[in-house]
């Protein structure tokens, strides 16, 4: 549930800084490197699907945003969260 409030948080703050837009995007598989890819039945157990937060507008927009999501991200992905981002 951290994980959820996390991206909904990076969603709004991103809101605040008025983007031409911005979507965020569940996987609905995952698998790392050097591991079978899971049968289906197991991925309805996963809490940790893979996420994607896309930003769209200028070049100059985005970047200006990016410190603001470095530290949002850090602040969520320490190791004392015991977060796996």
Known sequence: MAREASVSAIVHRVR?????GATVVRGN???????PFPPPGILRLSEDWPLV?????????V????????EMIAEVSSPSR????
């Open 63 to 70: 970047n200006a945003m990016l410190p603001i999501l470095d």
């Open 16 to 20: 605040e800084e008025g983007p031409a």
């Open 29 to 35: 598989r995952k698998t790392r490197s050097k591991q």
């Open 82 to 85: 015991g977060s796996t981002w």
């Open 53 to 61: 937060i896309e930003v769209v507008d200028s070049e100059k927009k």
